[in-house]
């Protein structure tokens, strides 16, 4: 698709992007770092505990929680994040969570490295696709790619018993 920047102002142009990005991309990110949420959720809740927020994630990324936490609550018409704090830090937190813990995840998943570089790669083409930028083919790929590893290790998850696959 041609980059809609480079010719005059088409709403009709600028609509048929937002389309496409919205459908495609926007979904499978969506997808994906819920997927990430309840799948380090049910690992670490069921090998560490209920209280496996405190006990694993770094200080900073709590501190991060809070504060998105706090601004939620300052602003009371905005819709609250979720029950818990693992709704308030962003994609790249969700990946330090994993590397700080992926010793916990080798046996349900022995790629988690795979999901962390996968994160990497995609944490510019999802601010990209968060303003409605441009995405490369590239940034297609880190996306897509990103989106059935997450899909891969959900479906792991799912058939690991004895975890409950579980929104936190």
Not at 6 to 35: C, H, P, Q, W
Not at 61 to 68: E, K, P, S
Not at 104 to 126: D, S
Request: glycine fraction near 4%; aromatic fraction near 14%; proline fraction near 5%.
């Amino acid at each position: 698709m041609a980059d809609y920047r480079d010719t005059a102002f088409n709403l009709r142009m600028l609509k048929s992007y937002a389309r496409v990005i919205g459908k495609d991309y926007y979904t499978k990110l969506y997808v994906s770092e819920n997927i990430l949420r309840a799948t380090i959720h049910s690992v670490l809740r069921f090998q560490v505990g209920p209280d496996w927020w405190n006990q694993t994630v770094d200080p900073g990324i709590r501190g991060t929680a809070n504060l998105v936490r706090n601004r939620y609550i300052m602003a009371p018409t905005t819709r609250n994040p979720g029950r818990h704090d693992i709704y308030c830090v962003y994609l790249s937190n969700l990946g330090k969570i994993l590397f700080d813990t992926k010793g916990y995840f080798y046996h349900v998943f022995p790629n988690i490295e795979k999901v962390i570089i996968a994160i990497e790669k995609v944490q510019l083409p999802r601010n990209l696709t968060g303003h409605m930028n441009i995405l490369t083919a590239n940034d297609k790929r880190y996306v897509t790619n990103f989106y059935k590893l997450c899909l891969d290790l959900a479906k792991k998850l799912d058939r690991t018993p004895p975890y409950i696959f579980e929104y936190p």
